[in-house]
């Protein structure tokens, strides 16, 4: 095959993936655009699109893939006016954050019921004979199907153009887009507009799921693999522009296809080193316009719920109480045998620090960091990677750690703040996959399987413990190297909540929460409000980094999977469940949510599936999160719900902050 | 000469094709009550904007206090002296008016402090903040209000606040957008009380479409037109006027 034709099929290639991107963020985009929210669940209705035509195809043999194309995206369509109305509708009105962490407990649960119903391993989805050949075309042969999906695509972009500039439809959800209440004014009901336009979103990612599953196969990770890309398309593109997601979604497609066979080194980073580029150069994407869509809220929740009803005092005693438990755990786990327990309070402890660090940009300066594994995973590397080199000494590794992640907060920052809202989301989402897919590459940072076998020394110059010799007989039982460990890191999340109490009471910390009160306000009486959010995004970076470079000292290795996105969406839903905007809250979030997941996973199978409804019951009814509930539980008693939720809301307000 | 605060030069900016301000030369003296009026579309609010640095111009400069501050973003114009309040209440609704008044004092001294005082040390803990915070609330009338909650302020307050955060961040010069719109007379009258009494030693820039109110207030009046300044002087000059009348008035005889 000559040069021009190997290149003119990758591209044929690169436009059949761009076609299924285009189709998901379009309706992605859509979904943004008309209802400001932010579908992390678009990949799993994607996900469920290909298995419902998998389920309906298999047997009916012949024309069952006609059949599916057609019912099993209304089935999704359908699947996506029921999340719709149940879940999203109730948070029109909040903060677009609230989406985020709305449709991230869907993806688990949709995510595990597709496991649940068709098991985890992929499976084979055969495209109809019809269309399984080559065809030949301006000189070279090309698979048939190949050609169906581009045109198909097409087909389907252009009608979804028509449908929303050339119909009523179309009309009304694009004024509702503007203004909400006007619309509903003209008597129009607007809700079963967005339904119907969820719904819609929804249906294109099940027809891009099919096409993708007969092109490749159906997986249950199918999901949470384009969504990444997906997001970064709608971003390239302009969050809420059509155009913008059709360019970007081929123009990502081809890249992709194109850097996987010429520039191997780069697949996997070119796509989020356009979008950072991009976003620096154009903050607005490509296309965007409508910048302002997503940043005139009013912010209405988006910080936690602070004092409650428990007093300062009540709460510092509580606070000694549980320093005092996890101290004397050791030993009970000791004289009981069950040293699983300091196992996981381990783990509780790693992630409530790493909740605390995300608190600090999330709960105070009010941004949104999609991407904090970035530096939970690099503090993990970084000190992994020091403790080989240079010295084994857990201080100096931890110190490089978090030195390292506050340098790259600094530049990360630098690039990112001074784009607002959503797109920093976005844009710390990038960077975090950048490093995701950057260590698979790398031979210093083990490729895919990591680093592993590392022993750390808990002194400096020779002076010091080493766990693995540590041995002090106490009576009936021994401090032993796990203890040392286990006291090291409790003295050190402790320190660092204390740091960053301190923090928060100081004037900087007063004025992130003017910040967050009010950008605007802060500016005009002098506060450089840029500079403030990037020094707390690099404390924030340096403690994330902190924990991850315990994690990784504690366990004695580091692996790709410490970037995964995934961690970042933990992380938040920690926070949030505990109560974001107190320092406390976001700990305890983690402690429960460690401590459940590690429950549940023992006892069930589809725990995520548990989690994830927990975690949207919370979302829609508790969005200040647990350390508000005892002010919401006395509150009801006192006003027997008849005054509503809405003054409950306001009156908390009144004494936040700690 | 006389003793000049603000004064900007061929002061211009283009939206596009739209001239929204056209060459506006100021000149506005030290302690001075100065209104800038115009009826809509005058370009009023961009010629605010470009003076508090929310816009930057196309042409011309800013000068405050003898320097070009034309490229300052807001934040290092209020750090200078030049405050502003905002039309609609703008205060920090989630925190105690202490809190609000206290950050911005907390401002005013804000290159004063260390490292260590910054990140590290109680907030509360400067006499010097805390004594000007104790001054602007009682020169304003909050003094025994300090702990109340912003947001369950009545609307009257919650503008006094406004002020008081203005007084705090101790401006040589407030620019006042619209202070009294959307309200009635009666709290007009009191609004304007307020101003009086609160910052009556500031050099003051008012920006307000309603000719009667700045009649009564101003020392001296810049109308603006389309852009470009159709008459400057004294209330009385100004009102005799015959090309403010057409402007204003359209035509209509008097």
Same mark, same amino acid.
């Given at each position: 095959m000559s040069v021009a034709s190997a290149v003119a099929e990758q591209v044929l290639n690169g436009l059949v993936v761009g076609m299924v991107y285009v189709l998901l963020a379009a309706g992605l985009s859509i979904i943004f655009g008309v209802m400001d929210v932010i579908n992390f669940a678009h990949g799993e209705l994607f996900a469920l699109g290909a298995y419902f035509a998998f389920a309906i195809a298999g047997p009916l043999g012949g024309a069952g893939f006609w059949v599916a194309l057609v019912v099993a995206p209304l089935l999704v369509g359908v699947v996506g006016m029921g999340i719709e109305r149940l879940t999203v509708k109730r948070l029109y009105g909040r903060d677009p954050l609230y989406h985020i962490l709305l449709t991230f407990g869907l993806v688990l649960i949709i995510n595990d019921l597709i496991t649940s119903v068709w098991g985890k391993s992929a499976q084979p989805f055969p495209i109809p004979a019809v269309l399984d050949q080559p065809v030949a075309l301006f000189g070279f042969n090309y698979s048939l199907y190949n050609y169906g999906i581009i045109i198909f695509g097409s087909i389907l972009a252009l009608g979804t153009w028509l449908l929303l500039n050339r119909t009523r439809f179309g009309m009304i959800i694009r004024a509702g887009s503007e203004d909400r209440e006007m619309v509903r004014n003209l008597g129009i009901n607007i809700d079963r507009y967005y339904t119907l336009t969820f719904g819609l979103g929804a249906a294109l990612a099940g027809v891009a799921g099919i096409v993708l599953g007969a092109y490749q196969n159906v997986s249950p990770t199918m999901g949470s693999s384009v969504i990444i890309p997906a997001f970064v398309i709608v971003v390239l593109g302009g969050l809420g522009s059509f155009r913008g997601a059709v360019v970007g979604g081929l123009f990502v497609g081809v890249v992709q296809t194109l850097a996987r066979t010429y520039t191997p080194f780069l697949e996997g980073l070119i796509v989020f080193l356009l979008m950072i580029v991009v976003l620096v150069v154009r903050p607005k994407g490509l296309f965007g316009t409508n910048i302002g869509a997503g940043e005139h809220?009013?912010?209405?929740?988006? !910080?936690?719920?602070?004092?409650?009803?428990?007093?300062?005092?009540?709460?510092?005693?509580?606070?000694?109480?549980?320093?005092?438990?996890?101290?004397?755990?050791?030993?009970?786990?000791?004289?009981?045998?069950?040293?699983?327990?300091?196992?996981?309070?381990?783990?509780?402890?790693?992630?409530?620090?790493?909740?605390?660090?995300?608190?600090?940009?999330?709960?105070?300066?009010?941004?949104?960091?999609?991407?904090?594994?970035?530096?939970?995973?690099?503090?993990?590397?970084?000190?992994?990677?020091?403790?080989? !080199?240079?010295?084994?000494?857990?201080?100096?590794?931890?110190?490089?750690?978090?030195?390292?992640?506050?340098?790259?907060?600094?530049?990360?920052?630098?690039?990112?703040?001074?784009?607002?809202?959503?797109?920093?989301?976005?844009?710390?989402?990038?960077?975090?996959?950048?490093?995701?897919?950057?260590?698979?590459?790398?031979?210093?940072?083990?490729?895919?399987?990591?680093?592993?076998?590392?022993?750390?020394?808990?002194?400096?110059?020779?002076?010091?413990?080493?766990?693995?010799?540590?041995?002090?007989?106490?009576?009936?039982?021994?401090?032993?190297?796990?203890?040392?460990?286990?006291?090291?890191?409790?003295?050190?999340?402790?320190?660092?909540?204390?740091?960053?109490?301190?923090?928060?009471?100081?004037?900087?910390?007063?004025?992130?929460?003017?910040?967050?009160?009010?950008?605007?306000?802060?500016?005009?009486?002098?506060?450089?409000?840029?500079?403030?959010?990037?020094?707390?995004?690099?404390?924030?970076?340096?403690?994330?980094?902190?924990?991850?470079?315990?994690?990784?000292?504690?366990?004695?290795?580091?692996?790709?999977?410490?970037? !995964?996105?995934?961690?970042?969406?933990?992380?938040?839903?920690?926070?949030?469940?505990?109560?974001?905007?107190?320092?406390?809250?976001?700990?305890?979030?983690?402690?429960?949510?460690?401590?459940?997941?590690?429950?549940?996973?023992?006892?069930?199978?589809?725990?995520?599936?548990?989690?994830?409804?927990?975690?949207?019951?919370?979302?829609?009814?508790?969005?200040?999160?647990?350390?508000?509930?005892?002010?919401?539980?006395?509150?009801?008693?006192?006003?027997?719900?008849?005054?509503?939720?809405?003054?409950?809301?306001?009156?908390?307000?009144?004494?936040?902050?700690? | 000469m006389t003793d000049t605060i603000l004064e900007t030069q061929n002061l211009t900016k283009e939206f596009g094709k739209l001239v929204a301000v056209d060459d506006v030369n100021l000149d506005i003296e030290r302690g001075e009550f100065r209104s800038l009026i115009g009826p809509n579309g005058a370009g009023k609010t961009t010629t605010f904007n470009l003076l508090t640095g929310a816009l930057r111009p196309t042409r011309g400069t800013v000068t405050f206090n003898g320097e070009d501050v034309s490229a300052l973003p807001p934040h290092q114009r209020v750090r200078r002296g030049l405050g502003r309040s905002f039309q609609i209440t703008n205060v920090f609704s989630g925190l105690t008016v202490r809190e609000n008044v206290r950050l911005a004092a907390q401002a005013a001294r804000h290159e004063g402090f260390t490292p260590v005082e910054e990140f590290l040390d109680n907030k509360d803990s400067f006499d010097d903040v805390n004594e000007h915070t104790d001054r602007v609330l009682e020169r304003s009338g909050l003094l025994g209000r300090g702990d109340e909650p912003a947001d369950v302020m009545a609307y009257g307050d919650k503008r006094r606040l406004e002020i008081a955060i203005v007084l705090a961040t101790d401006p040589e010069m407030v620019l006042l957008d619209e202070p009294t719109a959307g309200m009635s007379a009666e709290e007009t009258r009191s609004t304007m009380d307020l101003i009086d009494e609160v910052l009556s030693d500031r050099t003051l820039l008012l920006i307000e479409h309603d000719i009667d109110l700045v009649m009564r207030v101003s020392d001296r009046i810049t109308v603006l037109h389309r852009g470009e300044i159709l008459s400057e002087g004294t209330p009385e000059e100004v009102s005799e006027d015959p090309e403010v009348r057409e402007a204003y008035f359209g035509g209509v005889e008097a």
């Open positions: 809220h009013d912010g209405a929740l988006l !910080h936690g719920a602070g004092g409650g009803v428990l007093s300062s005092a009540t709460r510092a005693k509580l606070g000694y109480a549980a320093v005092g438990v996890l101290v004397l755990v050791p030993f009970f786990a000791e004289l009981t045998g069950v040293t699983y327990s300091v196992t996981l309070l381990e783990d509780i402890l790693i992630w409530a620090l790493f909740a605390l660090s995300l608190d600090l940009v999330l709960g105070y300066a009010g941004l949104v960091s999609l991407g904090h594994t970035l530096f939970y995973g690099v503090g993990a590397y970084a000190s992994v990677l020091t403790l080989m !080199h240079f010295s084994p000494s857990v201080f100096v590794a931890l110190a490089v750690a978090v030195v390292v992640c506050a340098v790259i907060a600094w530049s990360v920052g630098y690039l990112s703040i001074r784009v607002s809202g959503v797109f920093f989301a976005m844009i710390t989402l990038a960077f975090a996959e950048l490093f995701y897919n950057a260590v698979f590459k790398f031979d210093f940072t083990g490729g895919s399987d990591g680093l592993f076998g590392v022993d750390v020394f808990y002194g400096l110059a020779g002076l010091g413990i080493d766990p693995r010799e540590f041995e002090i007989p106490l009576g009936i039982m021994t401090i032993d190297g796990g203890m040392v460990q286990y006291y090291f890191l409790l003295a050190v999340v402790v320190g660092s909540y204390l740091l960053a109490r301190r923090l928060i009471r100081a004037p900087f910390g007063s004025v992130l929460q003017a910040i967050r009160e009010s950008e605007e306000r802060a500016s005009f009486i002098g506060y450089d409000v840029t500079a403030y959010k990037r020094r707390a995004f690099v404390v924030s970076g340096g403690l994330a980094g902190l924990a991850g470079g315990l994690f990784a000292a504690n366990n004695g290795y580091v692996a790709p999977s410490f970037l !995964h996105w995934i961690n970042s969406g933990e992380v938040i839903v920690m926070t949030v469940l505990g109560g974001m905007g107190t320092l406390y809250g976001p700990m305890i979030g983690a402690g429960v949510f460690v401590a459940a997941e590690d429950i549940l996973s023992s006892y069930i199978e589809q725990w995520q599936l548990v989690i994830g409804v927990l975690f949207v019951l919370f979302v829609i009814f508790v969005p200040r999160g647990l350390v508000s509930l005892p002010q919401t539980i006395t509150e009801h008693s006192m006003f027997e719900s008849a005054v509503g939720d809405r003054t409950s809301v306001k009156d908390a307000e009144v004494e936040r902050h700690d | -």
